[in-house]
């Protein structure tokens, strides 16, 4: 049986490939039944789409659904408002954050809206996080117009 740190390891995964390509180290995994359904990462840099965050590029690879209950989405940062704001509407109702050093996000947000969510604080996920930021900070600051709202 996969576990929260082996699926959160598949979504640091996709945050590498993005941080290699020169984006933003930020990815995604979709799981149903104990598989992935759907990987994704920021894509900012490489599309120009800065609606491409993690865990929208996510939603996008797994294409058209009618509802969500059931899914857990694995993200290795804490979501941005645009992220929170599509979870719940969607009612993907299990998130699983792996760290929120480095973005404080909106877990209060998503678990006010019913959302189950756990936070990892996975020292590897907090590393390539901090590793980019302190390289690109003023790429990190564009792609969260600056507004962390914790
Ligand atoms: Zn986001």
Redesign the pocket.
Same mark, same amino acid.
């Given at each position: 049986m996969a576990t929260h740190t082996d699926f959160m390891a598949e979504a640091l995964k996709q945050a590498q490939k993005s941080y290699d390509e020169g984006g933003l180290p930020i990815g995604a995994v979709m799981v149903e039944n104990g598989e992935i359904i759907a990987r994704g990462y920021n894509r900012r840099v490489q599309d120009g789409d800065p609606t491409a965050?993690g865990? $929208?590029d996510c939603l996008r690879q797994a294409g058209r659904r009618a509802r969500y209950d059931g899914v857990t989405l694995y993200t290795t940062l804490s979501? /941005?408002m $645009? /992220?929170a704001g599509t979870i719940v509407q969607f009612g993907i109702s299990h998130v699983v954050i792996g760290e929120a050093e480095n973005f404080h996000g909106n877990e209060a947000f998503l678990r006010e809206n019913g959302v189950n969510v756990i936070r990892l604080d996975d020292p590897d996920c907090i590393e390539l996080m901090s590793r980019f930021i302190a390289e690109k900070p003023t790429l990190w600051d564009e792609d969260i117009a600056g507004n962390d709202p914790a």
């Amino acid at each position: 049986m996969a576990t929260h740190t082996d699926f959160m390891a598949e979504a640091l995964k996709q945050a590498q490939k993005s941080y290699d390509e020169g984006g933003l180290p930020i990815g995604a995994v979709m799981v149903e039944n104990g598989e992935i359904i759907a990987r994704g990462y920021n894509r900012r840099v490489q599309d120009g789409d800065p609606t491409a965050h993690g865990e $929208m590029d996510c939603l996008r690879q797994a294409g058209r659904r009618a509802r969500y209950d059931g899914v857990t989405l694995y993200t290795t940062l804490s979501p /941005c408002m $645009m /992220c929170a704001g599509t979870i719940v509407q969607f009612g993907i109702s299990h998130v699983v954050i792996g760290e929120a050093e480095n973005f404080h996000g909106n877990e209060a947000f998503l678990r006010e809206n019913g959302v189950n969510v756990i936070r990892l604080d996975d020292p590897d996920c907090i590393e390539l996080m901090s590793r980019f930021i302190a390289e690109k900070p003023t790429l990190w600051d564009e792609d969260i117009a600056g507004n962390d709202p914790a």
